[in-house]
Each structure stands twice: as structure tokens, then as C-alpha cells.
């Protein structure tokens, strides 16, 4: 494996953009490695009069991106090695810290919309909302009700990923059924891709979720996720 190199991260307030209708300004990230640096948006957009103060007011939200970009950055040098670059980090940055609930939802959502689509009558097809942002148990109790053995057709692969997720939600006090605005998590709560991917969840959770069929959905869902968005930039974990 090769040596680890240092990961800097800092924030600045990005002057160069157009401020929003009460003339403060989005921040940015600086991501320094390897004697490269890039700057992007907070995924999450936050825009602010003054940086200083709201780094202080706020400390959690600047801890938890810092360990964010350090955990991609220490994951990109397991996975690549002395090719890691800080090209096209951005793109990554913003995938794997989406919360693994949602990014899980639709993930088990896509595989639902493929069964649905096959389904009869076809009017009932039609009336199905293909939102993958609501409750992938919502769609499912939608569809064992709209069609005759639904549940049936179903893989064995699926029904244990479902099983997966409806654990990990109930372990962390989340709820089953939601709509497509999502749940809001506390700090505390908050788990992203990342997370799991370099065991930060695993070790504050304990042992409740510190399972092998977790992390093997979340790697499945992560290949999914970020081969879908990325396209023509294959990922393996």
C-alpha cells in the first residue's frame, strides 16, 4: 500500500459568485493533496455573511465534512493507490456523501420500477408515481395491493436487501415510511456512503449494524450509484 499523503481542508466564502437576495455568499471547499488542490461547493449549499462566525457557531458542520473528504481521499488511496488525483474528486465528494438511507431508497426503489413495469393491468401500471425519493416500503405495500402476488416475483437477492435496509432504518430510529422530501437526521445519526465505505458508521453504531450483509449492500449500492452517475468513469470497490 502506498504512504499515506496529507489531506488539507479548508473553507472559504466563494466572492466570485453571484450572492443570493441577502448578499451573502456560498461556501467552498478547498481540498488540498498531493500538491493539488481543488475547490467545490458545499454539497449542500450554505450561504453566509461571515465565515469565521459561522464556522464557530456551527463547528459540526465543518467536522463533518472534513471527516468526509478525509475518508474519500485515505478510500481513493486504498483503491488506487499512487494514481490518486484530485481530478474529478468533486463528483465523488458529492455522491458518497449523500445519507445512506436515501441513497438506499433509491437504489431498492430502481429495482421495484423494473418488476412494476412488467405487471398487469396496464392501467394500474400507470397510475404507480416513479418517484424514487419515497418510501421504498410505501412502493412496495402500494404494489403487493395493485398486484396479485407481487411479492412472489420478487428475488431472493432483493428481499434480503430490503430486510437489510429495514433493519438499519429501525436501528437508527428512522422511519419506515416517508415521502420524497426525505427524513431529517440529526448530526449524531447522519451516516453517509462514506461512512460505512471507511467504518466510521460501524464503530458508532456497534455492533447492531457491524454486520457483512450491510456493508455488502452498501458496496453494491455504491458501485450502482456512482457507475449510474458517472458513467464513462467505472468504480470498483
Same mark, same amino acid.
Given at each position: 500500500?502506498?504512504? $499515506?499523503?496529507?489531506v488539507r481542508?479548508e473553507?472559504l466564502?466563494q466572492?466570485?459568485? %453571484?450572492?443570493?437576495? /441577502?448578499?451573502? *455568499?456560498?461556501?467552498?471547499? &478547498?481540498?488540498?493533496?498531493?500538491?493539488?488542490?481543488?475547490?467545490?461547493?458545499?454539497?449542500?449549499?450554505? *450561504?453566509v455573511e461571515?465565515?469565521?462566525? /459561522?464556522?464557530?457557531e456551527?463547528p459540526?458542520?465543518?467536522?463533518?465534512? &472534513?471527516?468526509?473528504?478525509?475518508s474519500?481521499?485515505?478510500?481513493?488511496?486504498?483503491?488506487l493507490?499512487?494514481k490518486v488525483?484530485?481530478k474529478g474528486?468533486?463528483? %465523488? *465528494?458529492?455522491l458518497?456523501?449523500?445519507?445512506?438511507y436515501m441513497?438506499?431508497?433509491?437504489y431498492?426503489n430502481?429495482?421495484l420500477?423494473?418488476m412494476?413495469?412488467k $405487471?398487469q393491468?396496464?392501467?394500474?401500471?400507470e397510475?404507480i408515481n416513479m418517484?424514487?425519493?419515497i418510501?421504498?416500503?410505501?412502493?412496495l405495500?402500494?404494489c403487493?395491493k395493485l398486484?396479485e402476488?407481487f411479492k412472489?416475483?420478487?428475488?431472493?437477492?432483493?428481499t434480503?436487501?430490503l430486510s437489510? /435496509?429495514? %433493519?438499519?432504518l429501525q436501528?437508527?430510529?428512522?422511519?419506515i415510511?416517508f415521502?420524497?422530501?426525505?427524513?431529517?437526521?440529526?448530526w449524531?445519526?447522519?451516516?453517509?456512503v462514506?461512512?460505512f465505505?471507511?467504518?466510521y458508521a460501524q464503530?458508532?453504531?456497534?455492533?447492531?449494524l457491524?454486520?457483512d450483509?450491510l456493508?455488502d449492500?452498501v458496496?453494491?449500492?455504491?458501485?450502482?450509484?456512482?457507475?449510474?452517475?458517472?458513467?464513462?468513469?467505472?468504480?470498483?470497490?
Amino acid at each position: 500500500m502506498a504512504k $499515506q499523503k496529507k489531506v488539507r481542508v479548508e473553507f472559504l466564502l466563494q466572492e466570485r459568485r %453571484k450572492p443570493n437576495e /441577502f448578499g451573502c *455568499y456560498p461556501i467552498y471547499i &478547498q481540498l488540498f493533496y498531493n500538491r493539488r488542490y481543488a475547490d467545490f461547493p458545499l454539497r449542500e449549499p450554505i *450561504y453566509v455573511e461571515n465565515l469565521e462566525e /459561522f464556522q464557530r457557531e456551527n463547528p459540526e458542520i465543518f467536522g463533518f465534512e &472534513q471527516r468526509q473528504l478525509t475518508s474519500l481521499m485515505r478510500f481513493e488511496e486504498q483503491r488506487l493507490g499512487d494514481k490518486v488525483t484530485v481530478k474529478g474528486i468533486a463528483a %465523488k *465528494y458529492t455522491l458518497v456523501h449523500q445519507d445512506i438511507y436515501m441513497v438506499a431508497n433509491q437504489y431498492l426503489n430502481n429495482h421495484l420500477f423494473k418488476m412494476v413495469i412488467k $405487471q398487469q393491468p396496464d392501467h394500474l401500471v400507470e397510475i404507480i408515481n416513479m418517484d424514487n425519493r419515497i418510501s421504498v416500503f410505501s412502493f412496495l405495500e402500494a404494489c403487493d395491493k395493485l398486484f396479485e402476488n407481487f411479492k412472489d416475483g420478487m428475488s431472493l437477492s432483493l428481499t434480503k436487501s430490503l430486510s437489510v /435496509f429495514r %433493519k438499519y432504518l429501525q436501528v437508527c430510529e428512522l422511519p419506515i415510511h416517508f415521502d420524497n422530501r426525505g427524513v431529517e437526521s440529526s448530526w449524531e445519526k447522519r451516516f453517509t456512503v462514506m461512512d460505512f465505505l471507511s467504518g466510521y458508521a460501524q464503530e458508532r453504531l456497534g455492533s447492531n449494524l457491524a454486520d457483512d450483509d450491510l456493508l455488502d449492500l452498501v458496496k453494491e449500492i455504491t458501485i450502482w450509484h456512482l457507475n449510474e452517475t458517472l458513467g464513462n468513469q467505472p468504480f470498483n470497490i
